[in-house]
């Protein structure tokens, strides 16, 4: 039991932004009791100036309030000069952000221009090579003295104009001095950057924003986390920038964003957002817009009683240990329940949109990598035979009734659970939230080892109230599994998305949770299609279903997929990175469970893959090198070529299959 805790929200019950220091950036200042800012960042190339600033006019007119650009050399930063006095004179004063990587020249002719600056401190001034070698302590003192000789000028630049700084990390591009002190973790990432503030610092300059960016988002809620953690310890209360990096496109991306985002929002943890998205950047702010907008009037949300002692530790994944109830919970991976509460079940084609394709000349079930694994039907019941993988939920009143309850099983209030004396021998479902816990409940549950639980919640601040639940049982021993539940009322589809990924993702990256369950009484039937998505009509539990496995995924807690960490371009990207991205996901993503990055640049490649097991990472104009985990393995292989040598590599390392006959659309 983890009876104290450090600091790194307001409050883990009630709602509230964490209060950080206004940082003036242009005239749209960051930080303190402004608004979440939203952001996003160009895909053209830095030295068209025309289509650089059209886009720019595009991005702000989609909901940005701030617009990066990157400067890879002093050319593009020259240039910034030219959009920005463009942009002033069509009427558009948004602030402007140079990207800088590796040249300090570039960073600190842009930071005379812009209104703000970016520097990476793994590749600022900083060694990345890969090479494995300890350093001893005079060693490292004499690295940061570089840093600081070499870092020092772009402070008093930008100290001198007034401009803003963010230091931002990440995951993938830790230098090798970190990486041998701190290793690949969040609290490398974090020291990377406050070793930077405190050269800032030193130099009496404060107008900085930080951000600890990772593709994996148990790594980036962490290190944020922890972030603010060490800030509290030094006296720091800098703005917060948040963005889970290579997130990828289309739903995936959107999911995956949604998950590490909003698991800090709800923790009132974020000054300014960029969702980054492998699509066109004004697609990316009404995404982050959505995100954001829901935390306006959170403050009003019903009481959660606080917690005096918090469970589980904010910078360490560890699932909530459980015993396992009939393949839930214990060391399974968590389950995907199917709500048909709605919607009649007649024949086995309707199980097709839920992962069950039905072959009647063979009478043989097929499955889908993502085949939901029990299905909710309240008071139906299904005719025919289905699966035996496949569990079905009845309501108690109905279930206690039915002749055959093979592969049935109850679902029941507090009341019914309290008062029946008829149960299944195998398994049963009990209702409940926060409030129902009480004396007599729990000593029954902590007893009934055929007993999963249910939780949910009704509160505008649900995650909390779900979250102070699973603390209440871990503080008494009680270890039955645990399904979370969410319920949402007249918003889109598209809301749906985004909301259930923040509120089952932020509860799952905690290690809280064996099983997820989603129900809406939206009477959409069709994505409304943000960005790029396609508009494809289909029912409601299919995209429900699809969403649910896609949570499991961006929380790494269960694997139904290929995973594609994909950088969202910029004007340093060497090739289409949408289509070459789309043509790779159409040969490949049938291999569960292989992670393949794609990235448009080495400033995005062998450091900001982190953890892919293979890369594709535009080297040159219509050159590609690929790699295998961090290892170079190809070097400027012609594009036209490259998708076929990814294959062969892959096939080399005996992940390869042939994608089945049977695979379902």
């Known amino acids: ?32 009791n402004n608004p979440i800012r939203i952001q996003s960042m160009t895909i053209t190339d830095t030295m068209d100036t025309k289509a650089t600033v059209e886009q720019t ?29 463009e942009l002033r004179a069509r009427g558009f004063t948004v602030p402007l952000i140079a990207d800088i990587h590796f040249t300090p020249n570039a960073a600190e002719l842009a930071a005379r221009i812009v209104e703000k600056v970016r520097v990476n401190p793994g590749n600022y001034v900083d060694k990345k090579k890969f090479e494995q070698f300890e350093y001893t ?119 995956k964003s949604a998950v590490g985002i909003g698991a800090l929002l709800e923790d009132g943890i974020g000054d300014t957002i960029r969702v980054s998205l492998t699509e066109d950047p004004e697609y990316e702010a009404p995404v982050a817009i959505s995100l954001a907008n829901r935390y306006k009037y959170r403050q009003n949300h019903k009481p959660i009683k606080p917690v005096s002692e918090v469970p589980i530790d904010p910078i360490t994944y560890k699932r909530r240990e459980t015993s396992e109830v009939l393949g839930i919970g214990g060391s399974n991976v968590p389950v995907v329940v199917a709500d048909f509460s709605s919607r009649l079940i007649s024949t086995q084609k309707d199980l097709t949109d839920i992962g069950y394709k039905y072959d009647e000349p063979s009478d043989k079930w097929f499955l889908a990598d993502a085949a939901a694994d029990i299905i909710y039907l309240r008071k139906q019941n299904i005719s025919f035979n289905f699966p035996e993988n496949l569990k079905l939920i009845i309501d108690h009143d109905v279930w206690e009734k039915l002749d055959s309850k093979k592969l049935r099983y109850p679902l029941l209030s507090k009341s019914e659970y309290l008062k029946s004396k008829n149960f299944s021998d195998q398994l049963n479902f009990l209702e409940l939230q926060l409030n129902d816990l009480d004396e007599e409940l729990s000593g029954k549950i902590k007893s009934d080892n055929r007993l999963v639980l249910v939780v949910k919640t009704t509160n505008e601040h649900g995650m909390a109230e779900q979250r102070r639940l699973f603390f209440e049982l871990i503080k008494q021993e009680i ?40 129900n809406s009484k939206t009477n ?142």
Not at 8 to 13: I, Q
Not at 169 to 184: A, E
Not at 614 to 622: C, E, F, L, P
């Open 1 to 32: 039991m983890i009876e104290t805790i450090k600091k790194y929200c307001n409050s883990l019950t009630e709602y509230s932004r964490y209060k950080t220091r206004e940082v003036k950036i242009g005239d749209v200042p960051l930080g303190g």
């Open 57 to 85: 006019i595009r991005m702000v007119e989609a909901g940005c309030e701030y617009v990066r650009i990157t400067a890879p050399s002093i050319n593009e930063a020259r240039n910034l000069e030219n959009i920005k006095k």
């Open 524 to 665: 959409e039937n069709i994505p409304k299609g943000e960005g790029k998505l396609t508009l494809v009509k289909e029912s409601k539990e299919k995209f429900i279903n699809r969403t649910l496995f896609g949570i499991l995924q961006a929380t790494r807690t269960r694997i139904s997929k290929t995973e594609y960490i994909a950088c969202p371009s910029c004007g340093r990207t060497l090739f289409d990175l949408q289509e070459t991205t789309e043509m790779i996901r159409k040969r490949t993503e049938h291999l569960k469970g292989v992670k393949i990055a794609i990235m448009g640049c080495i400033v995005n490649g062998p450091g900001e893959m982190a953890d892919a097991d293979y890369g594709y990472v535009g080297s040159g104009v219509d050159k590609i090198t690929l790699y295998r985990n961090k290892d170079i393995v190809k070097r400027s292989v012609p594009s036209s070529e490259a998708v076929d040598e990814l294959i062969g590599l892959i096939q080399e390392d005996e992940n390869w299959s042939e994608p089945s006959e049977n695979a379902f659309p």
């Open 479 to 518: 270890n039955n599994p645990v399904i979370i539940k969410r319920n949402y009322q007249n918003i889109s589809l598209d809301e749906i998305r985004l909301y259930s990924s923040t509120d089952l993702g932020a509860l799952l990256i905690d290690g809280l949770g064996d099983g997820v369950w989603l």
């Open 137 to 255: 302590d005079q060693e490292y003192r004499e690295e940061l003295e570089r840093i600081r000789e070499r870092f020092t000028p772009l402070v008093k630049v930008c100290k001198e104009y007034g401009t803003a700084m963010r230091i931002g990390t990440n995951h993938g591009s830790l230098s090798d001095r970190i990486m041998n002190r701190f290793g690949d973790t969040p609290l490398g990432m974090v020291e990377s950057a406050l070793e930077f503030v405190r050269i800032c610092e030193d130099l009496d300059y404060h107008s900085i924003v930080l951000s600890m960016k990772a593709s994996n988002t148990q790594v980036m809620v962490q290190a944020y986390r922890l972030l603010i953690q060490k800030m509290e310890e030094e006296g720091m209360n800098y703005p917060i920038h948040l963005g889970v990096t290579e997130a990828g496109g289309g739903e995936d991306g959107r999911i």
